[in-house]
């Protein structure tokens, strides 16, 4: 209750912005709609009095919108999908008539993310919109943001231990392991095998939060056949701390792949088998599969290869049958979510919230708004990526 009258507090500046909008767009489609009857009997030097004074009110508030200003911080510009999160919320702020400061930090950097989140608050962002590089190193900064009253969202991943993080837009992050988990499981047959199968794991950065739901999310569905021998790992490496990628990247996910191929003695035959490998997202998949393919496995004997994101370099991998799945997370969905969230906090208004029970960062539970990901694979894609206007068939080939 407190929490929510001291949000409402900080939002009140933020209203009154928006009341001036609601009146100005009152008058604005007033305008475009033509004159009621009533109108018409006004005279016509009263009519052009109102003229010049909805003209005056749409300019000003024309100049209003623009001038609330959005500022997005991104993570970085080496992975695709970062700089769709990053159009995408651009273009759909631009089109809600927002001003928009967008900014990436650097390559993962983030002293060059937490530089640029101050000069925008310095510059006088109205909302906040980070997809934070590492989860607890914002604190101070958004200390700054939140004396300011300005709301932040957080934007994929949750931002910790801060109490100034207003809400999270993300999608069902321990849902995209729970499907990673049940393809492998179904793929395998692990409930009418007895294998024993051989597989090994691969995570994202242990800075980002969404690993603790998506690599437990995949281990919650698999542990039961690690602990029955169905599944083993002959590396012993289940640990998430041991299976993080720094950084998510797909060289480094590459480079742990080729020692644990040289390692354990895996082939495509006449060495170790290897049946799966569960990677938590596209980046790490792609490493893990150039590892796989450099050591001579095709799409015959490829193992089952999970992802997330469904980036263009894995469903071209999906479609030559060198990674088996990926997680479709529409962008464009969570950006318009985002918008939402900020036209509700612009009007005081409570934003759209599904989930007020899973994202504690800390500081408490952080009121969420969850989108749905998609399980993809070769077999959907035209329907999930094409069909829906994602990506043409141009840029798979
Ligand atoms: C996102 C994933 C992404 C990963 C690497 C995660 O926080 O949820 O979609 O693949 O970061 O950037």
Same mark, same amino acid.
């Given at each position: ?9 900080? &939002? ?7 009341? $001036? ?46 001038? $609330? ?30 001003? *928009? ?84 499981? =179904? ?7 007895? +294998? ?56 480094? @996910? ?21 049946? @799966? ?9 792609? +490493?893990?599969?150039? @590892?796989?393919?450099?050591? =001579? $496995? ?28 990926? *997680? ?6 969570? @950006?318009?979510?985002? *918008? ?43 329907? &999930?990526?094409? =069909? ?10």
């Amino acid at each position: 209750m407190k929490k929510t009258q001291k949000r409402m507090r900080k &939002l009140t500046g933020l209203s009154r912005v928006l009341a $001036f909008m609601f009146v100005a767009s009152m008058l604005i489609s007033a305008a475009a709609c033509g004159t009621t009857p009533a109108a018409t009997a006004t005279s016509t030097t009263t009519q052009a009095a109102a003229t010049t004074q909805e003209a005056t009110t749409a300019a000003q508030a024309d100049s209003e919108v623009q001038s $609330f200003k959005i500022g997005i911080s991104m993570p970085t510009q080496s992975l695709q999908r970062w700089n769709q999160d990053g159009d995408n919320m651009r273009k759909a702020f631009e089109a809600a008539g927002y001003s *928009v400061d967008l900014q990436y930090g650097g390559d993962n950097e983030v002293p060059v993310q937490i530089s640029q989140i101050e000069n925008m608050i310095a510059s006088g962002v109205n909302v906040l919109v980070i997809a934070a590089i590492e989860g607890d190193s914002m604190t101070e900064v958004l200390a700054t943001a939140k004396s300011k009253g300005i709301p932040v969202i957080a934007y994929d991943r949750l931002i910790m231990g801060t109490d100034a993080v207003t809400y999270y837009a993300t999608f069902d992050n321990w849902r995209v392991g729970t499907m990673q988990g049940e393809y492998v499981r =179904d793929q395998l047959k692990l409930d009418s095998e007895s +294998g024993p199968f051989n597989i090994e794991f691969f995570t994202g950065d242990p800075g980002d939060n969404n690993i603790n739901f998506f690599f437990d999310g995949a281990m919650s569905i698999l542990q039961p056949y690690l602990d029955s021998g169905v599944l083993v790992t002959p590396s012993g490496q289940t640990e998430k701390s041991v299976v993080a990628t720094l950084g998510w990247s797909t060289e480094n @996910a590459q480079t742990r792949m080729e020692n644990l191929i040289s390692t354990n003695g895996y082939r495509p035959s006449g060495g170790t088998p290897l049946h @799966a490998v569960m990677c938590s997202n596209d980046s790490t998949a792609q +490493g893990v599969t150039n @590892a796989l393919v450099n050591a =001579d $496995f095709t799409k015959e004997n490829f193992p089952v290869v999970t992802g997330q994101d469904c980036d263009i370099v894995s469903v071209k991998n999906m479609l030559a049958g060198v990674q088996s799945m990926s *997680v479709f997370k529409d962008t464009r969905t969570l @950006a318009n979510a985002v *918008v939402d969230m900020v036209n509700a906090i612009v009007a005081g208004n409570e934003p759209p919230i599904n989930d007020r029970e899973t994202y504690d960062n800390g500081t408490g539970i952080i009121p969420t708004f969850l989108c749905e990901p998609v399980a993809g694979s070769a077999e959907n894609y035209k329907e &999930l990526l094409i =069909d829906s206007g994602y990506y043409t068939e141009d840029q798979l080939q």
